[in-house]
């Protein structure tokens, strides 16, 4: 045979050491897999049955994002360990979480960005049937949007909240990138555009620039929006990545959403209480009793305690006309010294508190 190159000697040495550790990196997956299920069991002995913890999540994944120096970025180290322990947690028992569909959504997205791939998802149709599926019991957790960087609050998923018992029990930020997807069908040749309000108007700069004649029409969800596109003449949508491939449309134009950071925050729900992560926020509904200064007297005792309050929403009440629910996130674990202090304040001053949960903030 021809003698080895050099250079050829040094491609098989280093390909050898890759397959030796490949195999050292399969073995340490199954020890961690088999770690997993002893826990597991413990926890069956002692008639726990919640085997997935939000707050042990989040920081086996802070862990691993403070351990990495590259050359790996941290998303991609992040979306590795997710995946490690969506499977392992999968060997225990395997989750079904509920989500607003259909297929394809971005809801969907942020459910295996949070739980991982070995997880079961369901797709429903409104947000009140996620929250129905996860009080039954017949889901484990729920996945829901709750705001967009640029169109503000999903006031449906806000108002659900005033009646149900669940919790919050993490939240997601997904970077979101809209897509102008159709079948066989030229820009030009157009004659209605569909996807969701909100993503009409995420992207309402470069639908007047290139296609200002055109007519848009709101539909349900993108997904549904990229159905249709899928099985009509003369119609293209905006969706996501992953609705194109699901409905198998071609995309005509990438990232045509008129800023470049829009992100969507999304709300696991569920029926746990989250434990302290160190890296915590409580979520609040409050209303104030009717009187001038309502909303002052409830923000005091966060300055008193210096409590750092990251988001204010107010929605109109629906028991009286001129009433307002306040929704305020603040940092920190209801369970942590301040934080329980200003929560019991609260309480004794709004007309109307509710927390719905404190949980880890969102990793990646």
């Not at 079961?120 to 009140?128: F, S």
Request: glycine share 6%; proline share 4%.
């Amino acid at each position: 045979g021809i003698p080895m190159t050099n250079e050829e000697r040094r491609l098989r040495e280093l390909r050898s050491k890759i397959d030796a550790l490949d195999a050292r990196i399969q073995s340490l997956i199954a020890q961690r897999a088999k770690h997993a299920l002893a826990i597991a069991h413990a926890k069956t002995r002692n008639g726990d049955t919640n085997f997935y913890r939000p707050e042990r999540e989040a920081e086996v994944l802070r862990q691993a994002l403070a351990r990495n120096k590259g050359p790996l970025p941290d998303d991609d180290i992040a979306r590795i360990f997710r995946e490690i322990m969506s499977s392992c947690l999968a060997l225990e028992s395997r989750l079904r979480v509920a989500y607003l569909g259909p297929e394809g959504t971005f809801t969907q997205e942020a459910a295996l960005k949070h739980f991982g791939q070995a997880v079961e998802t369901v797709p429903l149709a409104a947000i009140d049937e996620v929250f129905r599926e996860v009080e039954s019991g017949s889901a484990h957790f729920g996945m829901v949007p709750v705001e967009n960087s640029t169109e503000g609050m999903v006031t449906h998923t806000l108002d659900m909240f005033l009646a149900s018992s669940l919790k919050i029990c993490g939240e997601v930020s997904l970077r979101v990138h809209h897509h102008l997807m159709g079948r066989a069908l030229a820009i030009p040749d157009a004659q209605r555009i569909v996807s969701h309000q909100q993503t009409l108007a995420q992207c309402r700069e470069w639908l007047d620039t290139n296609v200002p004649g055109v007519e848009r029409v709101a539909v349900s969800s993108n997904a549904e929006a990229a159905r249709r596109a899928a099985s009509e003449t003369g119609t293209l949508a905006i969706a996501g990545a992953t609705a194109a491939k699901l409905y198998g449309l071609q995309v005509l134009a990438s990232n045509i959403e008129d800023r470049p950071d829009n992100t969507t925050r999304f709300l696991v729900i569920g029926n746990v209480e989250t434990k302290p992560s160190g890296a915590d926020k409580t979520s609040l509904m409050l209303s104030g009793k009717n009187q001038p200064g309502a909303l002052y007297r409830l923000l005091t005792p966060l300055a008193r305690q210096k409590i750092n309050m990251t988001r204010i929403e107010s929605r109109p009440s629906r028991r009286s006309k001129w009433e307002y629910v306040f929704f305020i996130d603040i940092e920190g674990h209801a369970r942590d010294r301040a934080v329980a202090k200003v929560l019991t304040a609260l309480e004794r001053e709004a007309a109307f508190y509710k927390c719905l949960g404190s949980y880890p903030k969102a990793v990646r």
